[in-house]
């Protein structure tokens, strides 16, 4: 079964068991965004000028969330920083994660329950393919024993994973986590990524970093604002 970056990402990102996903929201909502940038530059729309980020021709096979991107990229007056488009595009990627449950559960990977809670609706979303789901977690374990062979999109992936922090979503035993994280931090993306996208996932994994940050410090900075409020 084809997943595109995107979709692994979120599916990897999902509790194997539970509704919720393995990472926080800020995480989960830049390392998507992330990826549909990767995809981007997989399908030669988007490439890399002295650091910036240039539209060089508009493919014929963009999917609907790629072609937002893309249009909101084209939109501005001028050439911007990946780091600078993760932010502008991370707040907005809800939508993009809800047209990929969709996609997940049309291939059988996700079941969506909806209901409703004193009349306003919501959804639970479940892995429901556990088999795929084990094969999918012990594949990339198998690429950390053998990183001079790793597949240009996994190699992407695991870029994705270190960036975010998700290690919870290939283990839950903490010494393998350790150990997997380790085996990532040695990993030289440069020299294991072909041409531009190498700089692209060192970009993106610092803007993640910050992203993450920001996000944090927002939520503490209003939480704190809220108390001295109530005093």
């Given at each position: 079964?084809?997943?595109?970056?995107?979709?692994?990402?979120?599916?990897?990102?999902?509790?194997?068991?539970?509704?919720?996903s393995?990472?926080?929201?800020?995480?989960?909502?830049?390392?998507?965004?992330?990826?549909?940038?990767?995809?981007l530059?997989?399908?030669?729309?988007?490439?890399?000028?002295?650091?910036?980020?240039?539209?060089?021709?508009?493919?014929?096979?963009?999917?609907?969330?790629?072609?937002?991107v893309?249009?909101?990229?084209?939109?501005?007056?001028k050439?911007?920083k990946?780091?600078?488009?993760?932010?502008?595009?991370y707040?907005?990627?809800?939508?993009?994660?809800?047209?990929?449950?969709?996609?997940?559960?049309?291939?059988?990977?996700f079941?969506?329950?909806?209901r409703?809670?004193l009349?306003?609706?919501?959804?639970r979303?479940?892995?429901?393919?556990?088999?795929?789901?084990?094969?999918?977690?012990?594949?990339?374990?198998?690429?950390?024993?053998?990183?001079?062979?790793?597949?240009v999109e996994?190699?992407?992936?695991?870029?994705?994973i270190?960036?975010?922090?998700?290690?919870?979503?290939?283990?839950?035993?903490?010494?393998?986590?350790?150990?997997?994280?380790?085996?990532?931090?040695?990993?030289e993306?440069?020299?294991?990524?072909?041409?531009?996208?190498?700089?692209?996932i060192?970009e993106?994994?610092?803007?993640?970093?910050?992203?993450i940050?920001?996000?944090?410090?927002?939520?503490?900075a209003?939480?704190?604002?809220?108390?001295a409020?109530?005093?």
């Amino acid at each position: 079964m084809e997943l595109t970056l995107a979709e692994q990402f979120i599916f990897l990102a999902q509790h194997r068991t539970k509704y919720y996903s393995v990472i926080g929201s800020a995480q989960r909502s830049v390392g998507l965004t992330g990826a549909l940038l990767l995809q981007l530059f997989k399908k030669e729309s988007l490439t890399l000028e002295d650091a910036h980020l240039v539209s060089r021709k508009t493919s014929l096979d963009l999917d609907q969330m790629e072609a937002l991107v893309l249009e909101r990229i084209n939109a501005s007056k001028k050439k911007r920083k990946i780091k600078h488009w993760i932010h502008r595009l991370y707040p907005k990627s809800e939508p993009w994660r809800k047209i990929i449950h969709h996609r997940l559960e049309k291939k059988g990977l996700f079941s969506i329950e909806r209901r409703k809670f004193l009349f306003i609706p919501y959804t639970r979303v479940y892995i429901t393919n556990l088999p795929f789901h084990a094969a999918f977690v012990n594949r990339i374990k198998e690429a950390l024993e053998k990183p001079q062979e790793i597949p240009v999109e996994t190699r992407q992936l695991l870029a994705l994973i270190k960036a975010t922090d998700m290690y919870k979503a290939l283990s839950e035993d903490k010494k393998e986590r350790k150990q997997m994280r380790k085996q990532l931090n040695a990993l030289e993306f440069n020299h294991l990524v072909e041409g531009g996208v190498a700089s692209t996932i060192r970009e993106i994994e610092v803007a993640v970093v910050v992203s993450i940050m920001a996000s944090t410090s927002a939520v503490m900075a209003s939480t704190a604002a809220s108390g001295a409020s109530s005093n």
